[in-house]
Structures are given as C-alpha cells and as structure tokens.
Nanobody
Framework: QVQLVESGGGLVQAGGSLRLSCVAS????????MDWFRQAPGKEREFVAA????????YYADSVKGRFIISRENAKNTVYLQMNSLKLEDTAVYYC??????????????WGQGTQVTVSS
C-alpha cells in the first residue's frame, strides 16, 4: 500500500500562485509514476499533470500547459505541483496519485484524499 497526503491548497486570487505537495509513504516512492488530477464541482475528475519515476518526463493537460509545473524529489518522497497564473476555472479539489506502470493513466494504483484549491476574482 502507498499512502498519499496532499497539502498546500487554499484560497488565492486569480493570477496568483500556489504550490501543492504530496508526500508518499508505504512503498519505495521511486517505483511510482506520479500524477495530479482535479475535480471541480459537478464535473468529472480530470488529468492535470504527470511525472515519470525518475522525473525525466513530464506531461500536462492542455488547459494547464505553460502555467503548471510538476516536479518530484525522490529523496523526500514528495511530488509537487506549482500552479501559476491561476484562473477561476482552476478551482477544484486536487488529488495526487501513484501509478506503478503508466505515467499518464486514468486508473492509478493509489489516490490521495485531495486538497481544495479555490481561485477567486
């Protein structure tokens, strides 16, 4: 089992920045690709960003490309999501997820509990 705990969410004005963190425990962190997803009220959960086990490869949804940056520190068992130029439509619960085999997947093996991000005008 892998336990994932997100933090860093909160209320921010449009145009501002936030950095989310997700700390993993339970199994070797470097064995897992890590993803971020989000779910806005009344909408389905959607993929945001992903990073490979080593951190060499990253992937982004078109809606966040150029504004969000995913990174990881395997020595700290932590994955980050730096969110810049935030928009109202970025408001959602953000989840980190761990995937054993595929970097970008809709079915990761483990999920965190989520952290709320609210962007205000």
């Amino acid at each position: 089992q892998v336990q994932l705990v997100e933090s860093g969410g909160g209320l921010v004005q449009a145009g501002g920045s936030l950095r989310l963190s997700c700390v993993a425990s339970g199994r070797p962190f470097s064995n897992y690709h890590m993803d971020w997803f989000r779910q806005a009220p009344g909408k389905e959960r959607e993929f945001v960003a992903a990073i490979s086990r080593s951190g060499d490869s990253t992937y982004y949804a078109d809606s966040v490309k150029g504004r969000f940056i995913i990174s990881r520190e395997n020595a700290k068992n932590t994955v980050y999501l730096q969110m810049n130029s935030l928009k109202l439509e970025d408001t959602a619960v953000y989840y980190c997820a761990a995937a054993r085999y595929s970097v970008v997947t809709n079915s990761p093996d483990y999920w965190g509990q989520g952290t709320q991000v609210t962007v205000s005008s």
